[in-house]
């Protein structure tokens, strides 16, 4: 059963950085990409950025300046590394399991607030 | 980047009734268009890949048609279950984009 999971602090103060892991099971992550996307309460979604089945990384490119996506294959996690937090980088993250078609398999999300 | 601009934002229906949803692509998109379900306090759920292939042990009243840059999401006949947000992605130009959802409420 493929299964994904965000974990990681509610709560980041402006200008910090925010870290979160997306645990996985069910599937490898040499053989699936995993992508980052977030979504501020009451609109659409917005891609972040992708951690390829082979290593590689892809970023959106409003948000490269400040994002780093990393994995640890042997624990299945994939971590998201985003800097210099503002008020409106709050909303629900979510990683999810892309195929074929993208955002195939979503995890639960985590809420991550910026505020003082 | 390519816009997605679903329409209308708000929309009210009856059980049983046939309720069409909008997505406009800004350009061409060929038929990479995916069609997504939110529920309140969920994360979104894959309906329809590929504009028209619906994806596993999803309903067979939901469908979906277009290509190029216009696409539609039908449902034959309204459930009270299928309450729930509905967003358009195009991943045929990175960066993938969505669009900002058609709320779909009961009348």
């Known amino acids: 059963q493929v299964q994904l999971k965000e974990s990681g602090p509610g709560l980041v103060q402006p200008s910090e950085t925010l870290s979160l892991t997306c645990t996985v099971s069910?599937?490898?992550?040499?053989?699936?990409?995993v992508s980052w996307v977030r979504q501020p309460s009451g609109k659409g979604p917005e891609w972040m950025g992708r951690m390829w089945y082979d290593g590689d990384t892809a970023y959106n490119s409003a948000l490269k300046s400040r994002l780093s996506i990393s994995r640890d294959t042997s624990k299945n996690q994939v971590f998201l590394k985003m800097n210099s937090l503002q008020t409106d980088d709050t909303g629900t993250y979510y990683c999810?399991?892309?195929?074929?078609?993208?955002?195939?398999?979503w995890g639960q999300g985590t809420l991550v607030t910026v505020s003082s | 980047d390519i816009q997605m601009t679903q329409s209308p934002s708000f929309l009210s229906a009856s059980v049983g009734d046939r309720v069409t949803l909008s997505c406009k692509a800004s350009q061409n998109i060929n038929k990479y268009l995916a069609w997504y379900q939110q529920k309140l306090g969920e994360a979104p759920k894959l309906l329809i890949y590929n504009a028209n292939s619906l994806q596993t042990g999803i309903p067979s009243r939901f469908s979906g048609s277009g290509s190029g840059t216009d696409f539609t999401l039908t449902i034959s006949s309204l459930q009270p279950e299928d309450v729930a947000t509905y967003f358009c992605l195009q991943h045929n130009s990175w960066p993938d984009t969505f669009g900002a959802g058609t709320k779909l409420e009961l009348k």
């Open positions: 069910g599937f490898s992550l040499t053989s699936y990409s």
């Open positions: 999810t399991r892309d195929e074929s078609i993208p955002f195939a398999y």
